[in-house]
Nanobody, 126 residues
Framework: QVQLVESGGGLVQAGGSLRLSCAASGRSFSIYAMGWFRQAPGKEREFVARIRWSAEATYYAGSVKGRFTISRDNAKNTVYLQMNNLNPEDTAVYYC???????????????????WGQGTQVTVSS
């Protein structure tokens, strides 16, 4: 079993920045990739960003590309999401997730991820 704990959410004004963290722990787990998703009230969960665990490979949703940066610290089993130039449309609960790597696609689909955190609220005021 894998536990994921997100942190770093909060309230920020439009144009501001936040950095989310997600720490993974558990026994005998392997990570192929980790992703960030978000879900706004009344909307479906949507893909934000993804990073491979042992390769320099990242992937972003078009709506956040150029503003958000995903990174990782393998030694700490932690993934980060640096969010800059935030706007009210970024308001949502943000979730991190683990893909154990079974060659499932598309990588933007929540269904291919095996473990999820509890989420952290990000609110951007105008």
């Amino acid at each position: 079993q894998v536990q994921l704990v997100e942190s770093g959410g909060g309230l920020v004004q439009a144009g501001g920045s936040l950095r989310l963290s997600c720490a993974a722990s558990g026994r005998s787990f392997s990570i192929y990739a980790m992703g960030w998703f978000r879900q706004a009230p009344g909307k479906e969960r949507e893909f934000v960003a993804r990073i491979r665990w042992s390769a320099e490979a990242t992937y972003y949703a078009g709506s956040v590309k150029g503003r958000f940066t995903i990174s990782r610290d393998n030694a700490k089993n932690t993934v980060y999401l640096q969010m800059n130039n935030l706007n009210p449309e970024d308001t949502a609960v943000y979730y991190c997730a683990v893909d154990k790597g079974y060659s499932r696609t598309p990588v933007t689909a929540p269904g291919i991820y095996d473990y999820w955190g509890q989420g952290t609220q990000v609110t951007v005021s105008s």
